[in-house]
């Protein structure tokens, strides 16, 4: 445990071998009230060919409990074609009471796509273009606990490559 900015405590630990895992303890910050936050870091570059078929990101995943309602925060970058694009996903183990997300894929600046689902597991942000970066924003109810983790696909199935790179993160932060 090592002493983070603004005095908080921060714990890291092994998420499989391929990431980083890091848990504020409870209380509030000056944004305002919440119970926890967890971080996960990609450490390793996810790459998919001719497949439109989610898989998760490595790294991406993260731990969460039952009856606990999170906001969701993700940021993916990466490349696609525009013959392959991309589209992304909270999938997982735990399953949802409600979610709801908001996934915006990006080349530099321009928006290629932006969609809301209220499923989880459901894909957003789907555009066959080109993208530099997707931004996933949200709130969930946990109704089993298990694990959240980020997912990719191509949008189109093609030879060229759609990935995910090193760097690219997941937060969520517990609200209840």
């Given at each position: 445990?090592?002493?983070?900015?603004?005095?908080?405590?921060?714990?890291?630990?092994?998420?499989?071998?391929?990431?980083?895992?890091?848990?504020?303890?409870?209380?509030?910050?000056?944004?305002?009230?919440?119970?926890?936050?967890?971080?996960?870091l990609s450490t390793a570059v996810v790459?998919?060919?001719?497949?439109?078929?989610?898989?998760?990101?490595?790294?991406?995943?993260?731990?969460?409990?039952?009856?606990?309602?999170?906001?969701?925060?993700?940021?993916?970058?990466?490349?696609?074609?525009t013959n392959s694009g991309a589209k992304?996903?909270?999938?997982?183990?735990?399953?949802?009471?409600?979610?709801?997300?908001?996934?915006?894929?990006?080349?530099?600046?321009?928006?290629?796509?932006?969609?809301?689902?209220?499923?989880?597991?459901?894909?957003?942000?789907?555009?066959?273009?080109?993208?530099t970066h997707t931004l996933i924003f949200?709130?969930?109810?946990?109704?089993?606990?298990?694990?959240?983790?980020?997912?990719?696909?191509?949008?189109?199935?093609?030879?060229?490559?759609?990935?995910?790179?090193?760097?690219?993160?997941?937060?969520?932060?517990?609200?209840?």
């Amino acid at each position: 445990m090592s002493q983070g900015s603004g005095g908080f405590n921060v714990q890291t630990q092994a998420i499989s071998g391929s990431g980083f895992e890091a848990t504020l303890p409870g209380g509030s910050n000056s944004t305002g009230n919440y119970i926890s936050n967890t971080a996960a870091l990609s450490t390793a570059v996810v790459s998919r060919t001719s497949s439109t078929t989610l898989t998760n990101i490595t790294g991406l995943s993260v731990n969460v409990i039952a009856g606990a309602t999170y906001i969701i925060q993700a940021r993916i970058v990466g490349t696609s074609t525009t013959n392959s694009g991309a589209k992304f996903a909270i999938g997982g183990t735990a399953t949802a009471t409600s979610i709801s997300y908001t996934g915006t894929n990006y080349n530099g600046t321009t928006t290629n796509a932006a969609t809301t689902t209220t499923t989880l597991g459901n894909a957003v942000g789907a555009s066959t273009a080109v993208y530099t970066h997707t931004l996933i924003f949200g709130a969930i109810v946990v109704n089993a606990g298990g694990t959240l983790t980020v997912q990719i696909a191509q949008n189109a199935s093609h030879a060229d490559a759609t990935t995910a790179a090193i760097n690219s993160t997941f937060d969520l932060i517990r609200v209840s």
